[in-house]
């Protein structure tokens, strides 16, 4: 059971900097802005190297081809999941000008069938 816990929390720590690597310029326009385009790629090409410090052995200890307690399906699954998760925070901490909506909620319902259907034996 840890590997599982063990993965699923190394995915958090990667989508928190994938979503960082990539709406993290959107973010924080106002202290980036002077920066150009070239910059910012690179800029995030940099944190995104931290996302693959947590995700690639977060599939590792995930997977049961090297044991753990997922298949490569429900891995994927798991990190969509956990990829809307932590961009929903990111968005309702970060990005004021976007709103969580009923529609949303009704996605992410649809994520939690997902799962659901995936998990199934």
């Known amino acids: 059971m840890w590997k599982g816990v063990a993965a699923v929390g190394l995915l958090v720590v990667s989508n928190a900097f994938m979503t960082l690597a990539w709406y993290g310029h959107i973010a ?61 925070v990111f968005t309702l901490l970060f990005m004021r000008s976007d709103t969580l909506r009923w529609n949303h909620l009704v996605g992410f319902f649809c994520l939690i069938l997902a799962v659901y259907f995936i998990f199934r034996k």
Do not use: H
């Open 28 to 88: 924080f326009k106002s202290k980036l802005e002077r920066f150009g385009l070239l910059a910012i790629v690179l800029l995030s090409w940099c944190i995104a190297l931290f996302e693959y410090c947590f995700q690639v052995p977060a599939n590792r200890i995930g997977s049961s081809q090297f044991g753990g307690p997922f298949s490569l399906w429900e891995l994927k699954v798991i990190q969509e999941v956990v990829s809307l998760s932590v961009f929903t």
